[in-house]
């Protein structure tokens, strides 16, 4: 019981013997979350030291309530740009900071509430009915417009606040002559460095992001700095994460629910998605509904030290894993390492020119628009590309929680509206005496008295349509008697269903012949038996092997078949 309540406990021990390789590791993992951390803040519409508590408050509380060994939570990108543009709406950063960063603590506390109530209700598995589709468009969306929220930093050039994709590009067209070119320069500078060190110099590909952002700011220093317009990010206090209660007011708490709610779905989404991929190659056994009270508590605990919203880092993550870590422990000291840095160090992260994290974020823009799974949902499925082109679109030119809902819902629609049309194959006997589908042998011979079905899908409110259509037609046709229904591939049978079989049932009994079911699952059955249907249809009708079907149906038809496709055809009784 305890482990289940602190399942730290299970780790712990593991720890004493792995701590080396869990320090190393964290090591890593602070130097690659240095300016992530910046970078993310930026995105979010906060200060950089924001990026900073986030950084060390949330991995440590998620390493410890969390189920994965790997994966480590923080500031993302996804996350920063759903908490700016929820927030957007209400405050402007740049006109009222103190109001922002207020609401980006409730709207945190809030978020990581859902996720705890999710986990506590066994909800682990409600991101598996999130089709991926979604997740690519979203992100390449969030991609897309995390870039172009940075042309401003990229040219030097002041656009409106609030501004979407079509008035940044037309504005910055407008006054493309307006461009500061030393902003510029430094820009385009940091982006070329880190494009050249991921792609080209291998060994210092993992801190791409540091060395581009040191040598951007070494180049804004030597084009002149702040005296030529080159703004830095500003002093960044060298002080632990302060205690800052959220002000909960219903007032705060109605205006963003619905937001944190999508803030803590996607959040669930990342963090179990990045969880389940390390374990494909750990083999460790994830829990959702604990990875969801593991990022609950991580978001509201540290709500209350100045930390926005955060999730699991697939690239942290990733790196952690390669670094060699063996168990939490390494999240844990690379918070600790982060919180040594930011006391001693501090005074040189004001120094980043916020056009060299312009520069930065475009290519973390790119980044997130996955193209090799992109064409692979073009190539494949056309549904699929509807439901990724839905939420891209949405993301783009709407509110980032109406592109989420729409691309699920537009995904739940495409599935829907597949299983309501389960297959519907006819079974008749071949040359070799075999029940084969008549499309694959159309000498196969049926009998005429009796029709067999083969259902491959489950009986429920949204499949009863084509199911009666089909069994009306047959009941148009006189001769058919009895109708055998094998029920192999029927995975259940709801309510609505059970209720409009017994009526069927009843009426082939009272005016043909029947309708019989061979081979049904015990748990199709289980509504029909709870509900009393099995007592109104007879008990049976029902029979466990088809062969033993047709020859207990044919015992009721009372003249020769007239095309006699069984041996049981030509009994007269």
Request: with cysteine; glycine share 8%.
């Amino acid at each position: 019981m305890l482990n289940k309540i602190f399942p730290f406990l299970t780790w712990l021990p593991l720890a004493k013997k792995s701590w080396k390789d869990d320090l190393i590791a964290g090591i890593t993992g602070t130097i690659i979350v240095i300016p992530q951390a910046v970078a993310f803040a930026m995105i979010a519409g906060l200060p950089p030291i924001y990026g900073f508590y986030t950084a060390m408050i949330t991995p440590i509380v998620a390493a410890l309530f969390g189920s994965s060994y790997h994966l480590i939570s923080g500031p993302t990108t996804a996350i920063s740009i759903v908490v700016y543009s929820t927030l957007i709406k209400f405050v402007s950063p740049e006109t009222d900071l103190e109001v922002f960063v207020s609401l980006a603590l409730v709207l945190t506390f809030l978020a990581g509430f859902f996720q705890f109530i999710m986990g506590l209700l066994k909800m682990g598995k409600l991101v598996n009915f999130v089709s991926h589709s979604v997740i690519i468009g979203f992100t390449a969306g969030a991609g897309i417009l995390i870039a172009f929220k940075q042309l401003k930093h990229v040219f030097g050039i002041k656009v409106p606040q609030g501004s979407s994709i079509p008035e940044i590009v037309l504005h910055i067209f407008n006054h493309i002559s307006e461009t500061n070119w030393h902003v510029f320069s430094v820009a385009m500078g940091t982006l070329g460095i880190a494009l050249v060190i991921k792609f080209l110099i291998k060994r210092l590909s993992r801190y791409y992001m540091l060395v581009a952002m040191v040598v951007g700011s070494i180049i804004a220093i030597l084009l002149g700095g702040e005296v030529n317009g080159i703004q830095t990010v500003g002093d960044i206090p060298s002080n632990l994460p302060p205690f800052r209660a959220p002000d909960l007011s219903y007032v705060n708490v109605a205006k963003l629910s619905s937001g944190a709610m999508v803030l803590a779905l996607l959040g669930l989404i990342e963090a179990v998605a990045i969880g389940r991929s390390i374990a494909l190659h750990t083999h460790q056994k994830i829990n959702g509904n604990q990875e969801f009270i593991g990022q609950g508590l991580s978001n509201m605990i540290a709500s209350f030290f100045s930390s926005y919203a955060g999730s699991g880092s697939f690239t942290r993550s990733g790196v952690n894993h390669q670094a060699g870590a063996k168990t939490p422990m390494a999240g844990i000291f690379a918070s600790i390492f982060l919180m040594i840095v930011l006391l001693l160090l501090a005074g040189f992260a004001s120094y980043l020119p916020k056009a060299a994290m312009g520069g930065i974020i475009l290519l973390v823009g790119y980044n997130l628009i996955d193209f090799y799974h992109i064409k692979q949902v073009f190539k494949s499925s056309g549904r699929e590309l509807i439901v990724l082109v839905i939420t891209l679109l949405g993301t783009l030119f709407f509110d980032l929680e109406f592109a989420l809902l729409a691309g699920i819902f537009a995904s739940f629609f495409f599935y829907m509206e597949k299983t309501s049309k389960p297959n519907i194959a006819t079974l008749a006997i071949d040359k070799e005496k075999r029940l084969i589908n008549t499309i694959r042998d159309s000498d196969a011979l049926e009998c005429s008295s009796m029709k067999i079905l083969r259902i491959d899908g489950s009986l429920y409110f949204g499949s009863i349509e084509k199911i009666s259509d089909y069994l009306s037609n047959l009941y148009d046709q006189n001769e058919i008697l009895h109708v055998l229904i094998a029920a192999d591939g029927i995975n259940f049978i709801d309510l609505a269903a059970a209720e409009w079989l017994t009526h069927e049932i009843i009426k082939w009994q009272e005016n043909r012949g029947g309708i019989y079911f061979s081979g049904l699952k015990l748990v199709s059955q289980d509504v029909i038996q709870k509900g009393g249907f099995k007592e109104m249809v007879g008990a049976n009708i029902f029979y466990k092997d088809k062969r033993i079907a047709i020859t207990e149906i044919h015992k009721k038809i009372k003249t020769p078949c007239k095309i006699q496709a069984f041996e049981d055809c030509k009994r007269t009784n």
